[in-house]
């Protein structure tokens, strides 16, 4: 598997904007898509991460370079202080509990 983690910075108040979002990217057909998980910063409730796995770093590449993902990528940015940190690699260990 292949994905990434982003480091991002929320604008105050649009979290619940940030998770409809979400939602709705999760009714889209990504091919290779397998996860997102995003955990909110004890220490900054504006500051989240966010974690994104494929089932292969063609899968995770197509994705990023597709029109459909640029145009989403836009939406999500304007809710954003700033451009997120992102974390690109290799999952070398994954194990879903069940």
């Known amino acids: ?10 604008v105050p ?6 998770r409809q979002m979400s939602e709705q990217e999760m ?3 990504v091919p290779g898509f397998q996860f997102q998980y ?4 004890d220490a900054d ?3 989240l991460f966010m974690v994104v796995g494929f089932e292969s770093k ?3 590449q197509a994705n990023a370079a597709s029109l459909g993902q640029h145009e989403r990528y836009e939406q999500f940015r304007a809710l954003l202080t700033a451009d997120p940190e992102w974390h690109d690699g290799e999952i070398v260990d994954a194990r879903p509990r069940g």
């Open 58 to 60: 063609d899968a995770y």
């Open 13 to 18: 108040g649009a979290e619940e904007a940030l």
């Open 38 to 41: 995003v955990f909110r910063s």
């Open 45 to 47: 409730p504006t500051e």
């Open 27 to 29: 009714e889209t057909e």
């Open 1 to 10: 598997m292949y994905g990434t983690i982003a480091r991002m910075q929320i």
